[in-house]
Structure formats: structure tokens, C-alpha cells
């Protein structure tokens, strides 16, 4: 096995570098899932179950590769799979990538102001009770 992945000439964290894996993911597979090992002569296509279990299988295959030239650090990993991850909603939702971005950014600013205005709320009430404690 070692003697494979000696060969092996890339390592990618997606399925788009596959010609075939399209035609076989069956399992409607999400892409951030999915590696690819590319040999001179041929492909290997793999699905893992969780995206801790594809990130746990791309560094140790990573990590097996001697000098690979499609090395990524985990905060590439990270960005890459963020990226497929948006392009795949986005897709599902059929919308653009630059749309989708903007409604996962107004929602995360009203997921904050409504934390903000809860935590407000809450240390204004503890005042205010302790105010009426002291009277």
C-alpha cells in the first residue's frame, strides 16, 4: 500500500478532480466528503460518513505521500471545504454563491444582535433587581 501512494501523484479534498465519480456517487454524497487519489494510470474515490472522518483520512493519506505537491495545511483544508460547502448549498438553494454568502451573513448578524440584546436585557434586569433589593 505504501508502495501505491509513493506513486500517487495528487491527493484532492473533493470530488471535482474525478472523471468517473460523478457518474458513481450514488449516495448523493456531499463533495467536502469525498477524496480523490490520483495515480498516473488510474483514480481512487472515497466517501467518508463525517467530515471529521474525511479531514482524519485526507492528513493521514496527506502525510503518506512523500513530497506532494497538493499539500494543504488544516487551514487550507478548513477554507476549501468552507468553499465546497457554500457552493454546494448555494446550489441546493439555486441561488448564487455571492447571494447565498450574503444571507448566511445577514443571519449570522441577526444571530448576534439578538445574543447582544439578550445579554443586555439580562444584566439590565439584574441591575434593576438589585437596585430594588438595596431600596
Not at 477524496?35 to 472522518?53: E, G, H, K, W, Y
Not at 502525510?63 to 497538493?70: C, E, G, K, Q
Not at 478548513?78 to 441561488?95: N, P, S
Amino acid at each position: 500500500m505504501l508502495g501505491l501512494l509513493a506513486d500517487g501523484l495528487r491527493l484532492w479534498p473533493d470530488s471535482f478532480h474525478s472523471p468517473h465519480f460523478a457518474l458513481y456517487n450514488s449516495t448523493g454524497s456531499p463533495p467536502w466528503r469525498c477524496l480523490t487519489l490520483v495515480f498516473p494510470d488510474r483514480c481512487l474515490d472515497l466517501v467518508a460518513l463525517t467530515d471529521s472522518q474525511a479531514a482524519e483520512w485526507f492528513f493521514g493519506l496527506q502525510a503518506l505521500i512523500p513530497l506532494n505537491p497538493s499539500f494543504k495545511s488544516k487551514p487550507i483544508y478548513r477554507w476549501h471545504t468552507l468553499k465546497l460547502k457554500v457552493q454546494y448549498y448555494a446550489k441546493q438553494h439555486d441561488v448564487s454563491v455571492a447571494k447565498y454568502c450574503r444571507t448566511l451573513i445577514t443571519r449570522a448578524r441577526k444571530h448576534l444582535l439578538q445574543k447582544q440584546n439578550h445579554t443586555t436585557a439580562g444584566a439590565a434586569a439584574g441591575r434593576d433587581s438589585s437596585r430594588q433589593s438595596h431600596v
